[in-house]
Each structure stands twice: as C-alpha cells, then as structure tokens.
T-cell receptor, first 113, second 115 residues
Framework: QQQVKQSPQSLIVQKGGISIINCAYE??????FPWYQQFPGKGPALLIA?????SEKKEGRFTISFNKSAKQFSLHIMDSQPGDSATYFC????????????FGKGTSLLVTP | DAGITQSPRHKVTETGTPVTLRCHQT?????MYWYRQDPGHGLRLIHY???????DKGEVSDGYSVSRSKTEDFLLTLESATSSQTSVYFC??????????????FGEGSRLTVL
C-alpha cells in the first residue's frame, strides 16, 4: 500500500503566487522527508529535505513545514515562477529499509505568466 | 551531476523476451536502487542493493530480478517481459548512512515499451 499520500494531483498558480503541496504518512519510523522536482524527460532531483526534529526548513523560495504529531508535511513555493513548472514528489525513508524512498504520487505544478 | 549512466535509454521489445537494463555509477556509492515510474503511480521501488551481492525487494518486485557483482553496476532483468512492465525505469544511488544521509541521485531513465 502507498505509505505516503500527496495532494493535490495538479495545481495551477499565477506567477508571484504561493504554491502549496501537502503530504501525509503513516509509518512513524520514517526519519527523512525530502521533496523532489522533476522536469519532463529528466530524473527527479532533490529540492529540499527535512528531518523530524525540526518543524520548518527554508531554502530560498522553498519551505518545508513539518507536523510530527499530525504526520504531515508540506512544501511551500513562494513567489512562484514559470520555471517552477514541474512535477513535485514528496517522499519518506528510514534506515532499516536501505534508505529507499517511498514516494507520493506527485503533483503537476503549472505556473502561468 | 552525479555520475550515473543508464543503458539503454530506450528499448522496444516483445512480450516474452528477456530484457536487461544497466545502471553504472562512477561515485562509488554503497546504495543503488531501481524504480519504475508510471502515470498516476509516482515512483515505485522495484529492488535495491546495499552492497556487492546484497540486494532486497521493493514494493513491486514481482517479475524482476537484480544483480550487483561490482560496486559500480546494478542490473535489472525482466526474465519474460509483459506489457504491464512498459514503464520508465530510473536508477538511483545514495551514500546514506554517512553525514549527508538520505539524498538519492537519479539517472536520466530508461524508457521500456513491451509490445
């Protein structure tokens, strides 16, 4: 069964707006929560990641918010740009499964000019 | 960019034929992974390796086998390809367990079509 649930499936945001993608997980053994960005024809690439000992991490326009008690985490893209148009995947992993990532189903983001 | 090469990048084959996809890395990373990506399913783990000759199954391992005889190479084999194995296959590598634990680096993908 899918261990990480992601929403929405698709998102359209105007340039300059805020894009928000949400994920939820069940397994409390997960200890690493990354977000990956994927452009058509390319492999996914790490965007930003967080560990459960912090509630927020910010890198430039990208912020992860993490709620351990609710088992939820989200990606916020501030001042969204057309170049941010891509598919975004949340994921989770733990040490005792070879650090393999369990991915959400992805969110297709379109930022309109 | 992480030194990961997948081959072939594109392949069309017929149902029932064997297929082997190769992942080659130049980073000397311990962990290697094979994922498949399908519309509406995201990326799903097929098999992974945590060292030479050490492998384990992932979420969707049925119909696939893997081998890792050298640190740099991880092979994914479809013994008898089926149409349901039409997909884009991604190899990933990681040096998790050390200081920068967690990040997986992905290859460019191999698109397989089974007719």
């Amino acid at each position: 069964q899918q261990q990480v649930k992601q929403s929405p499936q698709s998102l359209i945001v105007q340039k300059g707006g805020i894009s928000i993608i949400n994920c939820a997980y069940e397994n409390t053994a997960f200890d690493y929560f990354p977000w990956y960005q994927q452009f058509p024809g390319k492999g996914p690439a790490l965007l930003i990641a967080i560990r459960p000992d912090v509630s927020e991490k910010k890198e430039g326009r990208f912020t992860i918010s993490f709620n351990k008690s609710a088992k939820q985490f989200s990606l916020h893209i501030m001042d969204s740009q057309p170049g941010d148009s891509a598919t975004y995947f949340c994921a989770a992993s733990m040490a005792n499964s070879g650090y393999a990532l369990n991915f959400g189903k992805g969110t297709s983001l379109l930022v309109t000019p | 960019d992480a030194g990961i090469t997948q081959s072939p990048r594109h392949k069309v084959t017929e149902t029932g034929t064997p297929v082997t996809l190769r992942c080659h890395q130049t980073e000397n990373h311990r962990y290697m992974y094979w994922y498949r990506q399908d519309p509406g399913h995201g990326l799903r783990l097929i098999h992974y390796s945590y060292g030479v000759k050490d492998t384990d199954k992932g979420e969707v391992s049925d119909g696939y086998s893997v081998s890792r005889s050298k640190t740099e190479d991880f092979l994914l084999t479809l013994e008898s390809a089926t149409s349901s194995q039409t997909s884009v296959y991604f190899c990933a590598i990681s040096e998790s367990g050390l200081v920068d634990a967690g990040e997986l680096f992905f290859g460019e993908g191999s698109r397989l079509t089974v007719l």
